[in-house]
């Protein structure tokens, strides 16, 4: 399948193998991270990586690495630059595991053949159920 793996560079590998390189896989991840946490303003890390603290230090310190939210910050404005919200989780107010199991009704489908009857046959039937 692959050739010789010793004299091929990293990159060759990553494109035979249709896989993405690391930093391309890493920032897809962020963002998918960013954008589920932008979505659940709840969530305890949202405060951290959407209103982040000390950015002007980050800034004159380029040797410090800085926190998610301020890596992750043009990314998401590139992705997003007109800052349209994207919309909240909710959680409904009922467990759906609580809620009673929808009886269906099968007496049409079993009660004759589909080729052999009429449509008025299924029209009465229906309003009877």
């Not at 391309?24 to 949202?46: D, V």
Request: hydrophobic share 40%; glycine share 2%; proline share 12%.
């Amino acid at each position: 399948m692959f050739r010789s793996l010793q004299n091929l560079p990293k990159d060759s590998l990553q494109v035979e193998a249709n896989e993405p390189s690391l930093t391309l896989r890493r920032e897809q991840l962020s963002l998918q991270y960013a954008i589920k946490l932008q979505a659940n303003p709840r969530n305890p890390a949202y405060a951290a990586v959407f209103e982040p603290k000390y950015e002007a230090l980050f800034g004159v310190k380029p040797s410090c690495i800085p926190p998610f939210g301020i890596r992750i910050a043009s990314a998401l404005r590139s992705v997003n630059p007109h800052n349209i919200p994207i919309s909240k989780i909710t959680v409904p107010p009922v467990a759906p595991w609580t809620l009673a199991k929808p009886r269906v009704l099968l007496d049409l489908h079993h009660a004759t053949a589909k080729g052999s009857t009429t449509p008025e046959i299924y029209l009465s039937k229906s309003v009877k159920l």
